[in-house]
């Protein structure tokens, strides 16, 4: 019950910024939105006229779940750095519930929350574009869940880092890049990559939302990789956060910016 209550309460906290402060939620969308209209106009006039549908649709899925991952990992980071300015950060170690407890019930609710804008993002950018894909949520969500769970590790991991250091703003905006090479880079380019975190997830999505391929085709293999990672990226992420967390309390860091 306590656990549902933190949930509850972070996302109704959650709700109220973007709500409150609706204007900077809108120029986010706008400027994804335009971003995705500058690549659609690449192609367009640039691209194979030939592949033109295809490097569309793919464009789509990458741009979306680059917004996703961006959300995911570099939210969290924003937390802490908010917290610190505003002196509340060390008020949050102090509860009872833990400081980890409390950062994965916000990115639960700030994940929950921007699926709605993702959604309105994907449907404007299929729109935009006149390419529709399949939407199979049977066939998504498995994958999406795990490739989720593999993007809180790597987000508590800048978590902690922003614990000990504070100002990383512009370690994110290079995080940024980081996250649009492993979003758009195709496994059959780079194979390598299915082992780093989300890639293999994003790579099994596309194979659904551009090949309409179902959830029965998809083999065991793949699934077993998506929960290796899941498992071993949350577990890195959570450990590094707990023990930046440990540094941060001897030395006296919650309580200073």
């Given at each position: 019950?306590?656990?549902?209550?933190?949930?509850?309460a972070?996302?109704?906290?959650?709700?109220?910024?973007?709500?409150?402060?609706l204007?900077?939620?809108?120029?986010?969308?706008?400027?994804?939105?335009?971003?995705?209209v500058?690549?659609f106009?690449?192609?367009q006039f640039?691209g194979?006229?030939?592949?033109q549908?295809?490097?569309?649709?793919?464009?789509?899925?990458?741009?979306?779940?680059?917004?996703?991952?961006?959300?995911?990992?570099?939210d969290?980071?924003?937390?802490?750095?908010?917290e610190?300015?505003?002196?509340t950060?060390?008020q949050l170690?102090?509860?009872?519930?833990?400081?980890?407890?409390?950062?994965?019930?916000?990115?639960?609710?700030t994940?929950?929350?921007n699926?709605f804008?993702?959604?309105?993002l994907?449907?404007?950018s299929?729109?935009?574009?006149d390419?529709w894909?399949?939407?199979?949520?049977?066939?998504?969500?498995p994958?999406?869940?795990?490739?989720?769970?593999?993007?809180?590790?790597?987000?508590?991991?800048v978590?902690?880092?922003?614990?000990?250091?504070?100002q990383?703003?512009?370690?994110?905006?290079?995080?940024?890049?980081?996250?649009?090479?492993?979003?758009?880079?195709?496994?059959?380019?780079?194979?390598?990559?299915?082992y780093?975190?989300?890639?293999?997830?994003?790579?099994?999505?596309?194979?659904v939302m551009?090949?309409?391929?179902?959830?029965?085709?998809?083999?065991?293999?793949?699934?077993?990789i998506l929960?290796?990672n899941?498992?071993v990226?949350?577990?890195?992420?959570?450990?590094?956060?707990?023990?930046?967390?440990?540094?941060?309390?001897?030395?006296?860091?919650?309580?200073?910016?």
């Amino acid at each position: 019950m306590q656990l549902l209550n933190l949930l509850r309460a972070n996302t109704r906290k959650e709700y109220l910024e973007l709500k409150r402060y609706l204007p900077n939620t809108l120029a986010m969308m706008f400027t994804f939105y335009i971003l995705f209209v500058g690549m659609f106009m690449g192609i367009q006039f640039i691209g194979d006229p030939s592949a033109q549908d295809v490097n569309t649709q793919f464009v789509i899925v990458n741009y979306i779940f680059w917004f996703l991952a961006m959300m995911v990992v570099n939210d969290i980071g924003f937390v802490v750095m908010n917290e610190a300015m505003r002196g509340t950060l060390e008020q949050l170690c102090m509860s009872p519930m833990g400081l980890w407890r409390i950062m994965v019930s916000r990115l639960l609710a700030t994940t929950t929350l921007n699926f709605f804008i993702i959604i309105v993002l994907l449907y404007l950018s299929m729109l935009t574009a006149d390419q529709w894909l399949n939407v199979d949520l049977v066939a998504i969500m498995p994958i999406l869940i795990l490739t989720l769970i593999s993007m809180f590790g790597l987000g508590f991991m800048v978590a902690g880092i922003s614990i000990i250091v504070k100002q990383i703003q512009a370690f994110l905006q290079i995080l940024q890049f980081i996250l649009a090479g492993l979003t758009f880079v195709p496994l059959s380019v780079a194979p390598a990559l299915a082992y780093f975190p989300f890639v293999k997830g994003v790579d099994l999505i596309r194979d659904v939302m551009i090949n309409g391929t179902t959830l029965s085709q998809i083999g065991w293999g793949d699934f077993g990789i998506l929960a290796v990672n899941a498992v071993v990226y949350f577990t890195l992420g959570l450990a590094f956060f707990l023990y930046c967390e440990r540094i941060a309390m001897k030395k006296g860091l919650l309580s200073h910016y």
